[in-house]
């Protein structure tokens, strides 16, 4: 593999400084850091000024590809069709981080006559279609854009089978195509606790904002004696003190922490809450069952194969109702408890740690410049 070089074409919008500023920089680049050693070279294609190029002492080995010149997007995009000559010779392969841009990876790999990804977290049309109704223009212009993009890629890498199952059922995608390559979770990092977290102390990362359902969580937990720590910055920052205040809830926001605090932060808490309305493959679920932490998650599509209840989490309806039977039932259960959070780690030692996923990825990459 060390003929291969990989061309990785960030998020539309996004750059390493945002990583960086939303706490996400070390868990987006530990795989990339990871498949380093076993290839001829890796780029990002990012969507950041002059300061991407800061990062490269952290990132040896890898090249950083920037808008340096703050050019207007169809410019920098232009820039991009003419790349660097070591694109254009010898074993390259290019992938897109999420659906959003990866035109942009297309169109390069196309110009240059080379294999080409086609990799998402979550399909962009079935958000939209939650958020928008599935009728709604936005919708139907997201479902043409994935369809025409996965269409074309050399192969599609989505992270669930329910993903892959809208893949195949909607955009009539060939199974034999379709790569399912789970989010991964450095298991080193996030990994049990030594010692019990205080009984009644109960987590949920994520954003602030509507689709993760917390006003609900909220609610469920009036008159209860348990504390709430949310991980997280977003619009409803505000609402959820007020209502948590209303309500005598003890609720913590912590804000935005840096991806490195995560696991000390989870080893302190007795269990992970996501009762979102709406998820693709959410990391920070993944990393609290690598830390061996019983989880309560709403009872989504997106969560099929991913969360089985009673073995390694307890999926619960979306009611505030719901979501305190299922707290009430986990909580009072510790042989319940200590069953999920050891088959979760299990789980995520054997499908999601960086390793497992470190291959599954360098098959892939085999697989095409074989060709």
Not at 21 to 32: I, M, P
Not at 143 to 150: G, L, P, V
Not at 151 to 165: E, K, M, S
Not at 362 to 368: I, S
Request: hydrophobic share 45%; charged share 20%.
């Amino acid at each position: 593999m060390k003929e291969v070089r990989l061309v990785l074409f960030f998020t539309y919008g996004m750059s390493l400084t945002q990583w960086e500023k939303g706490g996400l920089f070390e868990r987006e680049v530990a795989l990339y850091r990871q498949l380093r050693p076993h290839l001829g070279g890796i780029t990002f294609v990012t969507h950041g000024d002059r300061r991407d190029l800061a990062f490269a002492e952290r990132l040896p080995g890898i090249d950083i590809v920037c808008n340096r010149w703050n050019l207007p997007p169809a410019w920098y995009r232009r820039h991009l069709t003419w790349m660097p000559a070591r694109w254009k010779a010898g074993n390259v392969v290019f992938k897109s981080n999420q659906v959003k841009g990866a035109d942009w990876g297309l169109s390069v790999a196309r110009h240059a006559g080379r294999p080409f990804i086609a990799r998402c977290g979550y399909l962009l049309s079935d958000y939209i279609n939650w958020r928008n109704g599935a009728t709604s223009n936005e919708a139907c212009q997201a479902s043409a854009q994935e369809k025409a993009i996965f269409g074309d890629a050399d192969r599609v890498v989505v992270t669930t089978v329910a993903q892959q199952r809208i893949a195949v059922e909607e955009h009539g995608l060939a199974v034999d195509k379709i790569r399912v390559i789970p989010n991964y979770v450095d298991t080193e990092q996030f990994s049990p606790a030594s010692s019990p977290a205080p009984p009644n102390r109960l987590i949920s990362v994520g954003r602030l904002e509507p689709q993760k359902n917390l006003l609900a969580l909220v609610e469920a937990l009036a008159g209860l004696n348990v504390e709430l720590w949310l991980v997280g910055e977003g619009s409803l920052r505000e609402p959820i003190r007020q209502l948590a205040d209303s309500l005598r809830v003890p609720v913590r926001l912590f804000g935005v922490v840096p991806h490195a605090r995560l696991p000390e932060l989870f080893r302190q808490c007795t269990l992970m809450l996501l009762p979102s309305l709406w998820e693709g493959h959410p990391k920070t679920l993944l990393e609290a069952m690598a830390c061996g932490m019983p989880v309560i998650a709403g009872r989504i599509p997106a969560l099929h194969g991913v969360v089985t209840h009673r073995e390694n989490g307890f999926l619960c309806g979306l009611t505030p109702e719901e979501i305190r039977a299922a707290v009430l039932e986990v909580l009072g259960d510790a042989g319940l408890r200590a069953h999920m959070g050891g088959t979760a780690r299990r789980e995520a030692l054997e499908h999601l740690s960086l390793p497992v996923i470190v291959e599954r990825e360098l098959a892939l990459l085999r697989e095409l410049s074989d060709r």
